[in-house]
DNA sequence: GTTAGCACTCGATAAAGAAGAGTGCTAACA
DNA sequence: TGTTAGCACTCTTCTTTATCGAGTGCTAAC
């Protein structure tokens, strides 16, 4: 059977009118508020032949028809009007430029739920194979050595090192030169075992305080890796009936706070992502399961110098995908916009 | 109307009763599984009695007892039997000891989450009053530089400053002995405006970097008080049923992801906390209107050099309380020989 | 002071009925 | 051949009614 014109407007009425109610569609309800100028009996056929199709489901005899998966995925794939929709706050934050990426990051989440009513996710931008840009080993106290070492991106990371006893200003300056001249402009890989030998001979009974140096830094590289996920807008999943029993919500509330599972997610649709880096997971084609009744809208961001992150929307089926696309289109440009400026 | 030895007993029973099961207590029940050797209607009077004295509520006609939250209130502060509970796996995780505050902290309320079943916050360590120990500042780029800043209790903050061109490495020099000698060893609120003019006119053309600095500092010692809470565990809200209806649920989960709530909640309990640093707060006892159904437990924790925050646990008026309350303080001495170990 | 007995209350659960939305199918129509 | 009106049928949802049972309060006897 083949999707001609009129089947393609019947269904897009009904995902349109879905996505907006959350209730099945009946056939009356596309005859009335559609163009079409059919009687409901006509809408009816066709919609059998659209559930034939696989497009919308009938949940019950005699309830009116729902978009499917494939439903979904056709609207998303050909359907699909993108609504510009600015993310209210947004420039008066951006305006004040956080210079902790941490809070940055927090706010940017918090604004997107507030503005779309989902929850949202964003993982830090990844340093990956960055490259060490500087070293700086100070006092702190007696006992104590604090180790400082910015990775391009300006990222920086600090470490504190315990000593025996106080070392001189002079030894101190040494290895600082020592660990500069050997480390900078490496990146993680390209630390090897006889460039480290080298250097603990070099630093001779201060070898540890360079083995101690050198493990922060492969620290300062990867640490993060794991769990630099922020969330916001978990409470909002009780905005949309489908997912507020209590079955479901717990479910993705716990999800929602085990960042393993997200930040798997988020990775693989920063993978993923071609072209506007956005990407749509209609219910189960994410493979988080807890999220099977969902859908998940991810969009990668890029900072400065390649540090790329990954921000994500996760709401019902049903969100609106318009939006929530556009919302995220824009809030791409903005973060773009902010890093461009500050360079 | 005097509460005498067996009415304390019965009011136990039916409150030990209660937190297990969360259902009302009948007399029978009570005559059943108590050494009193009394009969059902013998328990009733006395019952009637607990009532009246506002110790118990009964929630309708033909319904058992419940503890009110006067009855709760007396248990926690007379009867309670602390059952002292291990924190399982806490003492690995705090052997591996976390040189990253923020994943300590996080790993320590998912631990406790874990272990109890109810929601959990954690505050990080206040500096408050903190002094500043030492300034660093060193070149990252032509355009950039990077001001470390650590102040006592080894807390350390990064700020990078931009100029117009590069500073010589004198310059930086300079720079760096005016603000240690000037500002080492000195709290917030010694630092006044006569003091800043002086260095910024001893700084001459570079005065904008010591101001640059000296908001970096005052914002190093001031910044966290706001949003530097961790949570865990919300999805355990679930698991209560009288917590769990959707609207309960959902203001719950808003509330935990309301940082500046939290964050007031545990202030006034760190503020309250006298002796051991343990706060019990019934029903609407805490000011968070979303909590009024809840109880919230507080402990303060302190690590080095007077740096203490505030943990809190959260969970239905039924809540465990003997168990939780051995929990916290046990996480209180670990914690506690965590950091003495570490000096 | 304690207890057995009994009528009474009231929530919880189940069963039955009514309402209504929406369908599929048939037959008539353009 | 496509479209439409009409109608019986199906299911869900909501409301009503009935039943059950736990637990109480009170009285009277021990």
Request: aromatic content about 4%; glycine content about 8%.
């Amino acid at each position: 059977m083949e999707l001609d014109e009129r089947k393609r407007k019947i269904l897009q009425a009904v995902i349109r009118n879905y996505l907006e109610t959350g209730e099945p569609v009946g056939s009356r309800t596309i005859s009335k508020y559609t163009d079409l100028n059919l009687s409901s009996a006509t809408i009816r056929n066709e919609m059998a032949d659209l559930e034939e199709m696989g497009y919308i489901i009938q949940p019950h005899t005699s309830a009116g028809r729902i978009p499917s998966d494939k439903g979904y995925r056709f609207y998303v794939d050909t359907m699909m009007e993108e609504k510009e929709k600015e993310v209210v706050g947004m420039k008066e934050m951006l305006l004040e430029r956080q210079d902790k990426m941490e809070v940055l990051l927090q706010q940017v989440v918090k604004l997107l739920a507030q503005n779309t009513n989902y929850a949202t996710m964003i993982s830090a931008p990844k340093t990956h194979g960055n490259k060490v840009k500087f070293i700086q080993l100070s006092h702190v106290d007696e006992h104590q050595i604090l180790a400082v070492i910015v990775v391009e991106g300006n990222v920086i990371r600090n470490h504190i090192l315990n000593v025996e006893e106080k070392l001189s200003d002079e030894t101190l300056l040494k290895l600082n030169i020592l660990l500069n001249t050997h480390l900078n402009g490496l990146s993680l890989s390209e630390i090897n075992l006889g460039m480290i030998a080298a250097m603990k001979q070099q630093a001779g009974i201060h070898s540890d305080i360079v083995g101690g140096v050198i493990d922060a830094v492969a620290g300062a590289i990867q640490e993060e890796e794991d769990l630099q996920i922020y969330t916001s807008g978990a409470s909002n999943f009780f905005r949309y009936p489908e997912l507020a029993d209590q079955q479901n919500a717990s479910n993705l509330i716990g999800t929602f706070e085990e960042k393993k599972l997200l930040s798997g997610l988020l990775q693989e649709a920063g993978n993923d992502g071609a072209g506007t880096g956005i990407q749509v997971y209609i219910g189960d084609e994410n493979m988080v399961s807890s999220m099977k009744d969902c859908s998940v809208v991810t969009a990668t961001y890029e900072l400065e110098e390649g540090m790329r992150g990954t921000i994500g929307i996760v709401g019902p089926k049903r969100m609106d995908y318009d939006k929530v696309i556009g919302t995220l289109k824009m809030l791409q440009n903005q973060l773009d916009e902010l890093y461009k400026g500050k360079r």
